[in-house]
């Protein structure tokens, strides 16, 4: 028996492809870089600073606030501490709500270049920033910027799209508000603000009700900023003032000449090239179309901070994830200009292809290194602790040196007080974490990085115990016999065989107290060691000694 014809009206027939300028393409291929990026979170290494961004979280949980700006966020993340894990553990939470307020940053550069664009483009946009290369790494980091950015391109959308009603308003006066006192450079993107309130004025015809919502809004947000900072700054458990950290920080915020941080801004430019020559070409396109004047305004002000790099100090790899945002919204027209000659599918193709070269080169062994040296560290020392370190990495203890970052030891170098010592001398600091390049360098007698007495400090206290840790200890070569100064008074163990502090002997294996101060040591037998604690060990396994973060 054969099977009959199917008639050729009812015969099923090949699903067809979305059209090449479908907003389907820009649409899976976001879904694809934010599934990238949901891997990156877990997998990724934490980056220096990120420990640091936590660390303040930690302090502030112990009842300890330091600054009044640019540090609301632990309030926001007051929760962290109390999740369970380690440091990395909670940076790594913490990530996954950056992830989110990535996502509220393309659905906000969706919504403004839609005001310009057809939505496949607007969707285009979007993808152009999320496959930045730095953006791809770095909009998810615990840092401020993912936070600032979503709250600045959540005001533009209002200002560009909402009705300026009451609502719409104290809404953008809000985010407008929150986002100044998560940092202070929301002030950069002030001529995008300018730019589509100059649109929305000029599209009702300059009405004087207008223009005074729109001064109300601005009026609204310093208003609530005022009111933040008020609360917030409180808690404050240190002397520093608002306006003063201000003042400071515009003394070193801009500059004239080569940029410190071109590197960086090459390797912008090379993995997201797409993305910076639609950027360049946008304002010819855009000044060149028969768009409205005030329309090309707005779309010059988005554009603007793309010349951000050439006199703004602070443009490491992070601050890509800030800047590119408003940027990417004007580069939509250049987009939707390259439609005439390539297909939206290929260009988005393109984006997808880089895009994954840069997710297929992370390095994912590092964070668990660095899980490794957080668990191991945290469990060696009671939670408050004092210690030194670079960058606050092990967030159940408590940093007693500020950040040893270039532009901070250029400060305490020309300030010229020693520091280290002056902590040593009031406050017992067992631990010193040899976690950076710099501190390793000062270890082994590079004299150019603190000043002597520091230094001298720091070498003469400190042993190797496991990896980048130094626990604080004396070695005694056999036969020694001369007076040490301790810095860190407290329990010591002797290891290695018989001890003689200040005239009487203590066995191997013996516990003693040492007061700060001078003391005379001896190791008549062999070759002995004092380690702090009460016979503190170090875990079986050895350390991996690789790379303890990632470069940018």
């Given amino acids: 028996m054969t099977a009959q014809a ?16 479908s907003a389907v393409w820009p649409t899976v291929a976001i879904g694809l870089l934010l599934a990238f990026q949901l891997s990156m979170v877990l997998t990724r290494s934490i980056n220096w600073d990120e420990f640091w961004f936590y660390y303040h979280v930690a302090d502030f949980a112990r009842g300890n606030l330091a600054q009044p700006l640019q540090s609301l966020h632990v309030r926001l993340f007051a929760w962290l501490p109390g999740m369970p894990g380690s440091g990395v553990d909670k940076i790594v939470t913490a990530r996954v709500v950056m992830l989110g307020c990535e996502v509220a940053t393309l659905a906000a550069i969706c919504a403004i270049a839609r005001r310009f664009v057809q939505p496949s483009v607007a969707l285009g946009a979007a993808l152009l920033y999320l496959s930045a290369g730095f953006v791809l790494q770095h909009g998810f980091a615990f840092r401020t910027d993912p936070m600032a950015t979503a709250t600045l391109m959540s005001a533009l959308a209002i200002l560009a799209r909402a009705r300026l009603a009451a ?15 998560i940092t202070m450079k929301a002030v950069l993107f002030a ?23 729109l001064a109300a809004a601005g009026l609204a947000a310093v208003a609530i900023f005022v009111a933040l900072y008020q609360w917030h700054s409180a808690a404050l458990t240190q002397a520093t003032g608002g ?14 000449g080569v940029p410190p941080y071109w590197q960086m801004g090459v390797k912008a430019v090379l993995t997201a090239p797409v993305l910076f020559l639609l950027a360049l070409a946008a304002p010819v396109i855009t000044w060149r179309s028969t768009r409205p004047v005030a329309e090309k305004w707005a779309l010059t002000g988005l554009w603007l901070p793309l010349l951000l790099p050439l006199f703004y100090t602070n443009t490491a790899a992070y601050f890509y994830a800030f800047m590119l945002a ?51 560290t945290e469990a060696l020392l009671p939670s ?31 300030g010229g007080v020693a520091s280290y010592r002056a902590t040593m001398e009031a406050e017992a600091v067992p631990l010193l974490l040899a976690n950076d390049e710099v501190i390793e360098a000062m270890l082994a007698g590079d004299d150019s990085v603190l000043l002597p007495v520091d230094a001298e400090a720091l070498r003469d206290n400190y042993l190797p115990f496991w990896g980048p840790i130094r626990l604080a200890g004396y ?4 036969g020694s016999d001369r007076l040490r100064e301790v810095l860190v008074p407290g329990s010591y163990t002797v290891l290695g065989g018989t001890a003689v502090i200040d005239g009487t002997a203590h066995p191997e294996g013996s516990l003693v107290t040492l007061s700060r101060g001078t003391h005379r040591i001896a ?13 503190l060990a170090p875990p079986l396994r050895p350390w991996d000694d690789g790379a303890l973060y990632v470069g940018f």
């Fill in 243 to 256: 306006a003063e950290m201000a003042a400071g920080a515009a003394g070193w915020m801009f500059f004239l």
């Fill in 6 to 21: 199917v008639p050729a009206d009812i015969a099923p027939r090949p699903a067809s492809l979305p059209g090449a300028n």
């Fill in 475 to 478: 070695a005694l070569p056999a």
């Fill in 523 to 535: 190791a008549p037998a062999g070759a002995v060691r004092l380690q702090w604690g009460d016979h």
């Fill in 326 to 376: 408003p940027v990417s919204v004007s580069a939509a027209l250049a987009l939707q200009a390259a439609l005439a000659r390539y297909s939206l599918r290929l260009i988005v193709g393109v984006l997808a292809v880089m895009a994954t070269g840069v997710f297929a080169l992370e390095d994912r062994a590092v964070i668990h290194r660095q899980r490794e040296l957080v668990e191991v």
């Fill in 191 to 213: 001529p995008a603000f300018l730019g589509l309130a100059w649109l929305r004025w000029s599209e009702a015809r300059f009405a004087l009700a207008t223009a005074l919502r």
């Fill in 384 to 414: 408050g602790t004092a210690y030194f370190d670079h960058n606050g990495m092990i967030p159940s203890l408590r940093k007693a040196n500020w950040l040893v970052t270039p532009a901070v030891l250029d400060a305490y170098r020309a």
């Fill in 167 to 181: 609502l719409p308003l104290l809404a953008f006066a809000l985010l407008v508000a929150v986002a100044g006192m």
